[in-house]
């Protein structure tokens, strides 16, 4: 299994920026790819943004496409959410999460760190 421990939220005004950390450990050689969700109050979690663990390849949700970016460092086992030009809707609880198959879903889940942007 692998554990996963969110870092990097708080409160910032609108066009501001924030930087999200998720730090793995456990069996992490196994990982096939990691992803940020979100869920606003009153909300379903949404898909945010994801990476593969060995090739990089990343993918985005409309809404952040053009101001978030996903990155991850190996050798920390370490997945970063750059989130940049934010918006108030922006608002929410942001999840890690990994998967050791792309056939799976996201079965490892972090605790959650709240992102609020203010206008």
């Known amino acids: 299994q692998v554990q996963l421990v969110e870092s990097g939220g708080g409160l910032v005004q609108a066009g501001g920026s924030l930087r999200l950390s998720c730090a793995a450990s456990g069996r992490t050689v196994s990982i096939y790819s990691m992803a940020w969700f979100r869920q606003a109050p009153g909300k379903e979690r949404e898909f945010v943004a994801s990476i593969t663990w060995n090739g990089g390849s990343t993918g985005y949700a409309d809404s952040v496409k053009g101001r978030f970016t996903i990155s991850r460092d190996n050798a920390k086992n370490t997945v970063y959410l750059q989130m940049n030009s934010l918006k108030p809707e922006d608002t929410a609880v942001y999840y890690c999460?990994?998967?050791?198959?792309?056939?799976?879903?996201?079965?490892?889940w972090g605790q959650g760190t709240q992102v609020t942007v203010s206008s």
């Open positions: 999460a990994a998967r050791y198959s792309y056939k799976n879903n996201y079965a490892y």
